[in-house]
C-alpha cells in the first residue's frame, strides 16, 4: 500500500485493520471512528443510524459534538443535506457539504444548524441499509479549519469499502448467530411458530412451524421481508406492536402484548411479542439485528405454554419460569442468560430460589422434576 497525500501506508494499513477488528467486536467502533477522524485532521466524528420512515436519527460512538447540536441535527433531520443526498446515494458513496451541489453556505441548514456550533465542513457516507435503516460514518471540522480536500474525501472513499464490508460481515455475524444449531433445534420443536423480527418488522428468522403458518397464507404472510397479516386491522395492530416492543425504554412484560391474526374464515392465530433486548443497546447494528420474537399459536392446535401450572404449583415468577424453561432445552448457565439478556449471576440467584421452592437438590433432579410435570409438545403436521 502506497502513502496517500502524506499519510503514511502504515497509518492506512492500522485503520483498515482496526475496522476490520470491529466486524468480529462492534465494541471498538468508538475508538476507530476516533482514529479515522484523526487520519482526516477531523475535530468530531462517528457512526448514526438514520429510520428514514419515523424520521429518527441515532447517533453513535459520537464525540466532539454538543450535545444541544446532536439534539438539533436530530429533530431536524429529514430535511438535512445529507438524508436528502442518503436517499439516492449508494453504500460507500462519499459526500462532503463543501461540495459545490450542496451550496452549503447559502442554505438555511448551515446557517441554523452549523453555524450557531462552530461546525465548518461535514464529510460522510451510507454503510449499511435494511428497509428504512441507513447506517452512516461521519466527521466533521470546526473553527478556523479549511473545509475537506481532495486528500480528506480521498481519504474517506479509500475507508469507505471496508468500513461497509465490516458492517455487512457483522450484519451476517448476527443473523448466523440467530440461525445456530441450538437455536434452531429448540425453536423446531415447538408447536407455536415463531418470527425473530427487526425493530422495523423485518423478519430475520422463522422456526418450523413459522414457515408452515406462512406457507398456509391464511392469516399471515411475508411481504418484502415484513410479517404482513392478511387483515387490515392486525395488519396495524402487529406493526404498532412490534414498534412498541422494540423502544429501549419498552417494558419486558409480555401479559399486554397479545394480537389477534384473524383469517378470513374466522379462526387465525394469537400472537404474543416478546422483547429480546434488554435495555438500551447502543451497539451499531442495534436497529437492523432481532428485538422483537413474535409467538405466532394456534388456539386449536397449540398446547398450553409448557410450565404454566408448574410455576403456579410451586410458586415460581415469571424470572424463575423462564430460567427454567432455558435450562430445560439443554441450555446451561451462560447460554441461557444470553438468550434471557440477564447475568450468569441472576440465573445462579433464580436457580437456588427454584431449588427452595421445589425441594429439587440439584438441577438434574430439578429437571426431571419438571419433565415428569410437562405435557408432550406436538407439532403441527405439515400443511398439504
Excluded at 464529510?123 to 428504512?132: D, E, K, M, V, Y
Amino acid at each position: 500500500m502506497n502513502d496517500l497525500d502524506g499519510v503514511p501506508a502504515q497509518g492506512l494499513s492500522d485503520v483498515i485493520g482496526a475496522i476490520y477488528d470491529c466486524a468480529i467486536d462492534p465494541a471498538l467502533w468508538p475508538a476507530t471512528c476516533r482514529k479515522i477522524a484523526k487520519l482526516c485532521d477531523s475535530t468530531a466524528g462517528g457512526i448514526c443510524v438514520h429510520d428514514l420512515r419515523h424520521t429518527q436519527n441515532d447517533q453513535l460512538f459520537v464525540f466532539g459534538y454538543q450535545p444541544e447540536f446532536l439534539e438539533k441535527l436530530g429533530a431536524g433531520y429529514m430535511q438535512s443535506p445529507m438524508a436528502i443526498a442518503d436517499i439516492v446515494a449508494d453504500n460507500g458513496d462519499v459526500s462532503a457539504l463543501s461540495m459545490a451541489r450542496f451550496a452549503i453556505r447559502d442554505s438555511q441548514f448551515y446557517r441554523e444548524v452549523m453555524q450557531p456550533f462552530g461546525l465548518l465542513d461535514l464529510i460522510w457516507f451510507p454503510a449499511l441499509r435494511t428497509g428504512s435503516r441507513v447506517a452512516s460514518m461521519h466527521a466533521s471540522r470546526s473553527g478556523e479549519a479549511a473545509p475537506y480536500q481532495d486528500r480528506e474525501i480521498g481519504l474517506f472513499r479509500l475507508l469507505a469499502p471496508h468500513v461497509c464490508r465490516a458492517l455487512a460481515i457483522s450484519d451476517v455475524l448476527d443473523i448466523r448467530a440467530l440461525k445456530s444449531e441450538m437455536l434452531e433445534q429448540t425453536l423446531n420443536g415447538l408447536a407455536a411458530g415463531v418470527f425473530l423480527t427487526t425493530r422495523d418488522g423485518r423478519v430475520v428468522h422463522m422456526n418450523a412451524a413459522a414457515e408452515r403458518q406462512i406457507k398456509n397464507g391464511q392469516s399471515i404472510r411475508i411481504v418484502k421481508e415484513q410479517l404482513v397479516p392478511t387483515d387490515p386491522g392486525a395488519r396495524a395492530a402487529l406493526a404498532k406492536a412490534i414498534e412498541g416492543l422494540a423502544r429501549d425504554d419498552a417494558g419486558t412484560a409480555v401479559n399486554d402484548h397479545s394480537v389477534a391474526i384473524p383469517d378470513a374464515g374466522g379462526a387465525g392465530y394469537l400472537a404474543t411479542l416478546l422483547p429480546i433486548e434488554r435495555g438500551q443497546r447502543r451497539g451499531v447494528l442495534a436497529p437492523f439485528a432481532a428485538s422483537v420474537a413474535v409467538f405466532m399459536q394456534d388456539p386449536v392446535e397449540a398446547p398450553l405454554m409448557p410450565g404454566e401450572a408448574f410455576a403456579r404449583l410451586y410458586k415460581l415468577t415469571g424470572g424463575e419460569l423462564r430460567v427454567l424453561l432455558a435450562l430445560a432445552q439443554g441450555l446451561g448457565g451462560k447460554e441461557a442468560a444470553a438468550m434471557l439478556g440477564i447475568g450468569e449471576a441472576t440465573v445462579r440467584t433464580h436457580l437456588q430460589h427454584i431449588f427452595s421452592k421445589t425441594g429439587a437438590p440439584r438441577q438434574t433432579d430439578l429437571l426431571r422434576l419438571f419433565q415428569n410435570a410437562t405435557p408432550p409438545v406436538r407439532v403441527p403436521q405439515p400443511v398439504q
